[in-house]
DNA sequence: AGAGCCATAAACAACT
DNA sequence: TAGTTGTTTATGGCTC
């Protein structure tokens, strides 16, 4: 999503007037009507405080990484997400769950993100906007209204940002297949427009791009794999997913997280109380044959991994939702079968937090079982993120037993 | 160079 | 009538 990432807010500053306007833009932030997402600290839109300008305009740096997304993603397990948010706590309760980036944030640090987020956009795509709104809402549907009171509450850059950018969320939302549109319910007639919500069918590969959008190391491959560092040789680079990190970028947290992608976690997306548990990376969608993935589109992520060797994971395209390419027929032809249990008899979106069991196409089902040489792969990546972060995987562990055993039989 | 994707802008209709 | 919502089309930038 370069255009996300690196999305020109060049352009945004060009605007007469928007320097001077986002002083005081903290009181802007509770614009958002949305009683669930009472905007703290607008956890997701802060940056890295950073004195040079240039840099505050790059948000592909690692910085903005380590400082939002790690600090504010819940990557723990259903434990570390007592609000029950399945994306991440955005209360604001990032530093007990979080990675050890997270605890040493000063005050003056939050105050320069929070200055930074101001005029820093989002690396998200629109779509992914919409995705985290709608997911935080407890329905998990919401107005246009509402879905533009949550951007604007958690990513105060669209509060100086002229309006076209809800021109552009009602166009993501229109066109993008992972929105549908739902009526509201007869009794709740009050408000104008639809409420949208989240296709359960492309919600995995909406996970799967955000999941790799803020993190995009479902696979990683450390260069030299195994030779060990000396003081002489060049500073190691990390590639995830084709993105090149130094290795001191990498934290035990980003270790973690990768080893959380080890194998033995297979869990049934579709089973999933919680429909975007970044715990558990193998319920997304992971497909290998880039024609089968037509779902959520993420530039950036092809831009991050297209650079990267052939990677069994870095095949993980999707093709937009261009609904022009679709049947299309309004929002009834938008009902699939396979969800039409979310729906009751009148159209109206059944508000349980449970997905409905979808019956994944054989192709879909069957791009979700782990490669076991994907596993190796994911077991080394893991293993070498650890070692980087100065833990001891258990890998290594084993292979101290079998050194000493053989050492032992010798 | 072309394709694909995304953001943005604009026009338009329908609705409140 | 004005504002909002939803749809559609067009265009430009970026990357592969």
């Not at 380590?66 to 604001?92: C, K, R, Y």
């Not at 229109?174 to 989240?198: P, Q, T």
């Not at 052939?310 to 009834?332: K, P, V």
Request: aromatic letters at 6%; proline letters at 8%.
């Amino acid at each position: 999503m370069g255009p996300i990432i690196g999305m020109s807010p060049d352009k945004k500053t060009e605007i007469p007037g928007m320097q001077e306007e986002r002083t005081g833009l903290r009181g802007v932030c509770g614009v958002g009507t949305l009683p669930e997402a009472e905007c703290a600290s607008s956890p997701l839109a802060t940056s890295v405080d950073r004195t040079g300008g240039t840099e505050d305009e790059e948000l592909t740096n690692l910085n903005w990484l380590h400082e939002n997304l790690l600090q504010n993603f819940t990557l723990g397990g259903p434990e570390a997400q007592p609000s029950g948010s399945p994306l991440f706590d955005i209360e604001g309760d990032y530093g007990s769950s979080q990675g050890p980036s997270s605890s040493s944030s000063s005050s003056s640090h939050s105050r320069g993100r929070e200055r930074d987020s101001l005029k820093s956009k989002p690396p998200f795509s629109f779509s992914l906007l919409i995705y985290m709104a709608i997911e935080q809402s407890p329905s998990k549907s919401l107005p246009v209204k509402e879905i533009y009171g949550w951007i604007l509450e958690h990513f105060p850059y669209f509060s100086n940002a002229p309006t076209g950018w809800k021109n552009s969320v009602r166009h993501n939302l229109s066109l993008n297949k992972c929105f549908r549109k739902v009526e509201r319910s007869l009794g709740k007639a009050n408000g104008k427009g639809s409420l949208w919500c989240v296709d359960p069918e492309y919600r995995p590969n909406l996970i799967q791009a955000l999941k790799k959008q803020h993190f995009p190391a479902a696979h990683a491959f450390c260069t030299p794999p195994a030779s060990p560092p000396s003081a002489s040789s060049p500073p190691r680079h990390l590639f995830l997913q084709g993105c090149s990190f130094k290795e001191s970028d990498i934290d035990a947290a980003t270790a973690m997280m990768l080893l959380n992608s080890a194998p033995g976690h297979h869990v049934d997306p579709c089973n999933s109380d919680s429909p975007l548990d970044l715990s558990r990376p193998d319920s997304v969608l992971v497909s290998s044959d880039p024609k089968q993935d037509h779902n959520y589109s993420s530039v950036a992520l092809q831009r991050c991994s297209s650079r990267s060797s052939s990677s069994s994971l870095s095949s993980l395209d999707e093709g937009t939702f261009d609904r022009r390419q679709s049947h299309r027929a309004g929002s009834e032809g938008f009902h699939s079968d396979e969800d039409s249990d979310l729906w009751d008899e009148r159209g109206v979106l059944q508000t349980s937090r449970r997905p409905p069991a979808i019956k994944w196409p054989a192709g879909k089902r069957a791009r979700r079982e782990v490669k076991p040489e994907l596993d190796e792969e994911l077991k080394e990546a893991a293993g070498s993120l650890l070692h980087l972060a100065g833990i001891r995987s258990c890998l290594e562990g084993s292979k101290r037993t079998v050194k000493s055993t053989k050492l032992n039989r010798k």
